[in-house]
């Protein structure tokens, strides 16, 4: 499955990498996005076993792009090879899953504690806009890592049939760093639903994260040939079983959809200032082996295919 060619039209957008200050992003922004998506880039072929293709691209020196597709269902997966600052894409087909219910599926943050086994602890802060908040998300990493936690300025915007889903780290004077987690940073991280027909679409997660640390070569391997795989295959299960988890759990409450529904406070946006990953304390784990039970099991909290929690 080929990426669509990149539009032109989004050139000249500040990138989320350089910004100094908080903001809201703007349509240029959410076109900016789309266009990083959907653009194509060479890719070599380094890996091909049971249905899953691992794509490499040098990127910048001593940094490598790898991609994964599966050659079955579509799912494409990328993260940069040095794991100071891995991008990782995703791509998964959905021919069974309007884009409608997969964007509330990622908006949806009781049903994410259902199906999510990495969520450690997740929440809504504070709402900045109609259209973008602030949250707390936390996540366990492959044992015997460190779990990481990040703040995130998250904003969200339907394009016709498609929606964006996109944010970016903030710091929130309430929520410092915690002495138990490793407080990663999101430099850009988002989700493009593109509507494929009334109930098919594509999915592209594409993320460039700080996990603050060095970490070991496992973990990446482990991360774009596993981890990101079984991930996107788990919520396309979950995307399945929505509607019917949906009209037992306030079935008209939307507040994505909605804002008049939202409960939250209203922030100013003075109160956050952008976080940069060199105001954190690295965390070198790169001789972390992998533990025992990780080996056994595969991938941890991602070892199980068990759906009970979903009902």
């Given at each position: 499955?080929?990426?669509?060619?990149?539009?032109?039209?989004?050139?000249?957008s500040?990138?989320?990498?350089?910004?100094?200050?908080?903001?809201?992003?703007?349509?240029?922004?959410?076109?900016s996005?789309?266009?990083?998506?959907?653009?194509?880039?060479?890719?070599?072929?380094?890996?091909?076993?049971?249905?899953?293709?691992?794509?490499?691209?040098?990127?910048?020196?001593?940094?490598?792009?790898?991609?994964?597709?599966?050659?079955?269902?579509?799912?494409?997966?990328?993260?940069?090879?040095?794991?100071?600052?891995?991008?990782?894409?995703?791509?998964?087909?959905?021919?069974?899953?309007?884009?409608?219910?997969?964007?509330?599926v990622?908006?949806?943050i009781?049903?994410?504690?259902?199906?999510?086994?990495n969520?450690?602890?997740?929440?809504?802060?504070?709402?900045?806009?109609?259209?973008a908040?602030?949250?707390?998300?936390?996540?366990?990493?492959?044992?015997?890592?460190?779990?990481?936690?990040?703040?995130?300025?998250?904003?969200?915007?339907?394009?016709?049939?498609?929606?964006?889903i996109?944010?970016?780290?903030?710091?929130?004077?309430?929520?410092?760093?915690?002495?138990d987690?490793?407080?990663?940073?999101?430099?850009?991280?988002?989700?493009?639903?593109?509507?494929?027909?009334p109930?098919?679409c594509?999915?592209?997660?594409?993320?460039?994260?700080?996990?603050?640390?060095?970490?070991?070569?496992?973990?990446?391997?482990?991360?774009?040939?596993f981890?990101?795989?079984k991930?996107?295959?788990?919520?396309?299960?979950?995307?399945?079983?929505?509607?019917?988890?949906?009209?037992?759990?306030?079935?008209?409450?939307?507040?994505?959809?909605?804002?008049?529904?939202?409960?939250?406070?209203?922030?100013?946006?003075?109160?956050?200032s952008?976080?940069?990953?060199?105001?954190?304390?690295?965390?070198?784990?790169?001789?972390?082996?992998?533990?025992?039970?990780?080996?056994?099991g595969?991938?941890g909290?991602?070892?199980?295919?068990?759906?009970?929690?979903?009902?």
């Open positions: 499955m080929e990426k669509p060619a990149a539009s032109t039209e989004s050139q000249g500040r990138p989320a990498l350089g910004r100094e200050s908080v903001q809201v992003p703007d349509d240029q922004d959410f076109r996005f789309r266009s990083e998506c959907e653009t194509e880039v060479g890719w070599n072929l380094t890996y091909s076993k049971a249905g899953v293709s691992v794509w490499v691209q040098a990127v910048e020196m001593d940094r490598t792009l790898h991609k994964i597709k599966p050659l079955e269902n579509g799912l494409r997966s990328f993260c940069f090879g040095d794991p100071r600052i891995p991008r990782q894409e995703c791509r998964m087909e959905c021919c069974d899953v309007p884009a409608e219910t997969l964007y509330d990622l908006h949806d009781e049903y994410r504690k259902k199906w999510d086994s969520v450690i602890e997740t929440f809504d802060i504070a709402r900045l806009t109609v259209n908040d602030v949250g707390y998300y936390s996540w366990r990493c492959p044992k015997p890592l460190k779990n990481r936690d990040v703040i995130t300025l998250r904003s969200w915007l339907p394009m016709g049939a498609d929606y964006i996109m944010n970016y780290s903030v710091k929130h004077p309430k929520y410092p760093p915690r002495k987690l490793v407080r990663a940073v999101s430099i850009q991280t988002g989700y493009l639903i593109q509507s494929t027909g109930k098919s594509v999915i592209t997660y594409l993320a460039q994260v700080d996990p603050k640390g060095s970490l070991p070569k496992w973990v990446v391997n482990k991360s774009s040939q981890l990101a795989p991930a996107m295959k788990k919520m396309h299960k979950a995307c399945i079983k929505y509607p019917e988890w949906k009209q037992k759990h306030q079935p008209h409450f939307k507040p994505w959809l909605h804002p008049e529904q939202s409960p939250l406070p209203s922030l100013a946006l003075s109160e956050l952008v976080q940069h990953a060199d105001s954190l304390e690295n965390i070198d784990e790169s001789s972390v082996t992998e533990s025992r039970e990780e080996r056994a595969g991938a909290g991602e070892g199980s295919d068990d759906d009970t929690s979903l009902t």
